[in-house]
């Protein structure tokens, strides 16, 4: 909710910021310095570069700035912005600022700093990222997966608050995963832990975006219901769909979005191919479930916002296929709490436990 303390400044690049009023305790002046420390969280994704600031230990964004990513571009022409849009958000004095959180869509090394790569972000392998944004900014860069640091602000700050063994996934354009287990962040020996999404769900099944086949990701993710939708449409299936008309006849343009709309007014085919994208979800989470053991799971992502239409056969999945009701009885499956904000307070809170240590 915007108050009478936030303002939107437009940029004459096409990105924006939204920044609040500093509380009159917290004004600096020469008399009365403030003393407040900073965090900035960061998303790094391939259309847009985002950045928020977060005063103190706190989860609520006092600032926040928006810019295009323009990956077409280059490597320097990303990294140019990255920092512009994280120099948007910081206060004037960088001293003030203790640590900055870097989510990656990609999988990243947390002891060397480096991106091993980035989806959808040409040119970005093996980039030792920390080093470069620490070199240009001063400060302590800490990046780390976008999908592992939403697990960590929904646990720190939203739907995971109070328990110590949570399970994340989002589904969206992808399946990405993150894991909590016994309080602590699990990334593996090079940080490439909890691909949850890369799990084999379809032996020899359909190309995933990885390059391999029947991953999670190539049967679930909002890609593949599109790409399943049109498939099906052209052989003869749902010739009475509203998908038809959301589409305006035009079988291109059926995506993961307008099958999940159609199903929120009850459409039979529509509902029937997210029902089948649950279905697979609940298996894999069953698996998982006994890998695990968490107590609870949060499915956030684009997908999710479906509700009770995608969690209901989750549910039921899980159900079926676990090994055993102790899995499941006391483990409840919800949805993401923060949003669209899930990886920038993740950033953030990456950094504040980086410096806590």
């Known amino acids: 909710m915007l108050t009478d303390r936030m303002l939107y400044l437009p940029r004459a690049d096409g990105g924006r910021l939204l920044t609040t009023r500093p509380p009159d305790h917290l004004t600096a002046s020469r008399d009365h310095p403030t003393t407040m420390t900073y965090f900035i969280g960061v998303d790094v994704g391939g259309t847009h570069l985002r950045a928020a600031r977060f005063a103190g230990q706190t989860h609520t964004p006092e600032a926040k700035a928006k810019s295009p990513t323009l990956a077409a571009k280059g490597r320097e022409m990303v990294l140019q912005r990255l920092e512009r849009v994280i120099r948007d958000v910081c206060p004037e004095d960088l001293s003030q600022v203790a640590g900055i959180g870097l989510a990656i869509p990609g999988p990243v090394n947390p002891q060397t700093g480096i991106l091993l790569t980035a989806a959808n972000i040409p040119g970005w392998d093996n980039v030792p ?139 039979v085919f529509a509902t029937r191919l997210i029902t089948e994208a649950g279905l697979f979800l609940g298996r894999t989470l069953a698996s998982l479930l006994c890998i695990f053991n968490p107590s609870i799971v949060i499915m956030g992502g684009g997908v999710s916002m479906l509700g009770e239409v995608l969690f209901n056969p989750v549910r039921e999945a899980v159900k079926r296929h676990a090994m055993s009701e102790a899995f499941w009885r006391d483990c409840p499956i919800v949805p993401a709490a923060l949003g669209d904000d899930a990886g920038l307070v993740g950033a953030g809170a990456l950094a504040m436990e980086q410096v806590r240590r």
């Open 129 to 267: 990222l920390k080093q470069i944004m620490e070199e240009r900014l001063g400060r302590p860069v800490f990046p780390g997966n976008d999908a592992n640091l939403a697990a960590l602000g929904e646990w720190k700050f939203g739907a995971g608050r109070g328990h110590n063994d949570v399970l994340y996934l989002t589904i969206s354009t992808g399946i990405g995963g993150g894991v909590i287990s016994g309080g602590q962040m699990l990334l593996g020996a090079q940080g490439l832990g909890a691909e949850l999404g890369h799990s084999l769900a379809v032996p020899d099944g359909p190309l995933c975006g990885c390059g391999q086949r029947g991953h999670l990701e190539a049967v679930a993710s909002g890609t593949a219901i599109g790409r399943l939708a049109q498939a099906r449409l052209r052989a003869g299936d749902g010739a009475d769909s509203k998908i038809w008309e959301l589409a305006s006849g035009e079988v291109e343009h059926v995506t993961g979005a307008v099958v999940g709309e159609a199903a929120l007014v009850g459409d």
